[in-house]
């Protein structure tokens, strides 16, 4: 079996990103990570690839709103970057409370699988708390969703989201199988305000247990969507963390 690998969405440092894309990716690399996770990367292609090159990372997946914006512009960014399985990242609650509204949901992310085939790329979707807290027909909404997919649409389990919803985040997991390619980790006190966010193994995620519980990963995902303190040293010390506990 082919180990995952640690990457690091590149949301997490989007204020550095803009300030000067090429000195945030060295220090990305600098603490040690070999891949990433880009984010809104169509504009940025060209400066993206050349940084990654440079420090020799990868992009197995990025994120990047399918649902909304040009996929063939997407597609053609993301094989440019190298990133295999690209990720929509939001799909407003509202659309997540009825079967129809969900299956309305999958269609789109089927069709964009089917041109993203064409590319040699495939397609997933990443959860907030509401698509796990909302209950249809007596199920989460995330697991309503799979009834629809495309066997080739992946799914990438935001485990911190998951647990603000209340959700069992490892019973989740494996509830979902072999759908889950792709897992946010993150840290904090699972509360809906994203500065409460941490460096992993400072909050109460269950982290062991979500990371045995995935067992059909490409990459497990850092990610701090914000935090109180320097977000360079909450990612340093998240690596620094997953280290010590023998996470590559």
């Not at 992009?59 to 929509?88: R, Y």
């Amino acid at each position: 079996m082919v180990q995952p690998v640690t990457s690091l969405q590149l949301y997490t440092l989007r204020e550095a990103l803009e300030h000067d894309l090429a000195a945030t990716i060295a220090r990305v690399a600098e603490i040690g990570f070999t891949a990433v996770e880009p984010y809104r990367f169509v504009d940025r292609a060209d400066e993206f690839a050349a940084a990654l090159t440079q420090h020799s990372l990868n992009a197995p997946s990025g994120h990047a709103p399918l649902l909304s914006e040009n996929q063939n512009d997407i597609f053609e960014a993301a094989a440019k970057l190298g990133i295999g399985t690209v990720i929509d990242p939001f799909v407003p609650e509202e659309q997540w409370t009825t079967r129809s509204g969900i299956e309305q949901i999958a269609a789109g992310l089927n069709a964009a699988a089917a041109v993203g085939a064409t590319h040699g790329i495939s397609v997933g979707y990443h959860n907030h708390w509401w698509e796990v807290e909302t209950i249809v027909d007596d199920r989460r909404s995330i697991e309503v969703l799979t009834d629809f997919l495309d066997p080739s649409v992946v799914l990438e389990i935001d485990t911190y989201w998951a647990q603000v919803a209340g959700a069992d985040v490892p019973q989740l997991l494996r509830d979902l199988g072999s759908r889950v390619t792709f897992i946010h980790i993150k840290d904090g006190p699972a509360t809906r305000e994203p500065k409460d966010q941490v460096a992993l193994g400072q909050g109460v995620l269950p982290l062991h247990e979500i990371l045995a519980a995935a067992g059909s990963l490409t990459a497990q995902v850092v990610e701090l969507d914000d935090t109180r303190g320097d977000m360079f040293t909450a990612v340093a010390d998240s690596y620094a963390y997953l280290n010590q506990i023998g996470v590559k």
